[in-house]
């Protein structure tokens, strides 16, 4: 279990267990509602089929779903999370995708965004798993995680204008070969 410390606690990277899904599922409707007015409903009914997938074909040599965790004062806070899994457009499972990238706005701007995404870079990397490259779409509203994706090498390969969440919004993909 990765960790850090500093002057506001310890950050600590766990694998999921199953009642961490309502919860990711909830922080992403009330966030996104929040930051880009998208509509909760559909934003956590999104989540909730992405989890549901998850856990329903879940290959635990080629996927992971992580949380991250403060621990502060005898409390332990949720942090983020983040989802690597098979690309369900490459039958071959040469692609690993990236899902559900979270950090809570208190956490933002200390590192964790950059420490989740170097994760599944990591995990999807190792040479048993066989993956060739990772792949992610986003809403084009999303700078502050492009920024991430882009220093951690990300190249984006495609925009599409589409309607999701309840908005007009461009969908990007990007993609990070090994």
């Known amino acids: ?7 506001d606690g310890v950050i600590t990277i766990r694998t999921h267990r199953p009642e961490d899904v309502a919860h990711v599922m909830s922080r992403h409707g009330v966030l996104y509602a929040d930051e880009f007015g998208w509509d909760p409903q559909v934003m ?3 989540v909730d089929n992405t989890c549901a997938d998850f856990l329903n074909t879940y290959d635990p040599s080629h996927e992971r779903f992580w949380i991250a965790e403060r ?4 409390q332990v806070k949720f942090a983020g999370s983040v989802m690597v899994l098979h690309d369900k457009d490459d039958p071959a499972h040469k692609s690993a995708t990236i899902r559900l990238l979270l950090v809570e706005p208190s956490e933002r701007g200390k ?9 599944v870079i990591e995990f999807a990397r190792e040479e048993a798993r066989g993956y060739r490259r990772v792949m992610l779409w986003m809403p ?5 995680a492009r920024r991430i994706y882009q220093r951690e090498g990300f190249e ?4 599409i204008e589409h309607e999701v969440f309840g908005k007009k919004s461009t969908a990007e993909s990007w993609g990070l070969n090994f």
Request: hydrophobic share 30%; glycine share 16%; proline share 3%.
């Open 111 to 119: 590192g964790l965004g950059t420490r989740l995404v170097r994760q």
């Open 156 to 159: 984006k390969v495609a925009e």
């Open 44 to 46: 956590e009914g999104l």
């Open 1 to 7: 279990m990765p960790s850090t410390q500093g002057d």
């Open 71 to 74: 621990h502060q004062d005898g």
């Open 140 to 144: 084009s509203e999303m700078a502050a």
